[in-house]
């Protein structure tokens, strides 16, 4: 089985502040790992996502993401945060061993950007 | 391109009502999806569709039927709503290849009286 946690229902940051937002997974095997946003009212939009290779993935919105396989997370980052980057963020964990292409959510993590 | 639309965008029922929420996308994507989220559970996987003329429960799947009509629309059917399945749901697609990511519809707010 496959999951996944996001171990804070909000994170505040000032404008300008770097911000981090926490994800760790649990998969049998090898995993994808994807962070989605959504804004309000909206469905979710692709950030990125980690699939291979570099453990520092750079994604939509100046966000990226380091993989740390030893401590099986995968926290999504931005160096200064905007008012605009307010919203909820999802992570997601695929197992790359499993059967069709059955994403695993957290629970989501809403962030406030205050001016 | 439209991307992944849903039909309705809001709908309220009575217990013991039924209906179908559509959707279809015009990527060409052999994968489709139905999720429903609800307050801090994130977004939960109803029924699924790996490729035109399959279907698979997801985690969720008691109360709910879908069709893969053809390979640009997934419905899914609620045939005797439940309050409990007052939620948000939301269609997703993606390439059949696992390490794609999934496209997501606007999706559509469920009320069930």
């Known amino acids: 089985a496959q999951s996944v946690a996001q171990p804070e229902d909000q994170v505040n940051v000032a404008e300008g502040n770097p911000l981090t937002v926490k994800c760790t997974y649990s998969?049998?095997?090898?995993?994808?790992l994807f962070w989605y946003v959504q804004y309000p009212n909206r469905g979710l939009q692709f950030l990125l996502k980690?699939?291979?290779?570099?453990?520092l993935v750079k994604g939509s919105y100046g966000f990226e993401a380091e993989f740390n396989k030893s401590q099986t997370s995968f926290h999504l980052k931005k160096p200064s945060a905007l008012v605009s980057d307010s919203a909820l963020y999802f992570c997601?964990?695929?197992?790359?061993?499993?059967?069709?292409?059955?994403?695993?959510f957290g629970g989501g993590t809403r962030l406030m950007v205050k001016p | 391109n439209a991307g992944v639309t849903q039909t309705p965008k809001f709908q309220v029922l009575k217990t013991g009502q039924s209906m179908t929420l559509q959707c279809a996308q015009d990527?060409?994507?052999?994968?489709m999806y139905w999720y429903r989220q609800d307050p801090g559970m994130g977004l939960r996987l109803i029924y699924y569709?790996?490729?035109?003329?399959?279907?698979d429960k997801g985690e969720v799947p008691n109360g709910y039927n879908v069709s893969r009509l053809n390979k640009r629309e997934f419905s899914l059917r609620l045939e005797s709503a439940a309050p409990s399945q007052t939620s948000v749901y939301f269609c997703?697609?993606?390439?059949?290849?696992?390490?794609?990511?999934?496209?997501f519809g606007p999706g559509t707010r469920l009320t069930v009286l």
């Open positions: 997703a697609s993606s390439e059949m290849y696992s390490a794609n990511e999934q496209f």
């Open positions: 998969v049998s095997g090898n995993p994808y």
């Open positions: 980690y699939i291979t290779g570099d453990n």
């Open positions: 997601a964990v695929r197992d790359m061993t499993g059967a069709g292409n059955m994403l695993t």
């Open positions: 990527m060409n994507h052999n994968s």
């Open positions: 569709s790996a490729s035109e003329g399959t279907t």
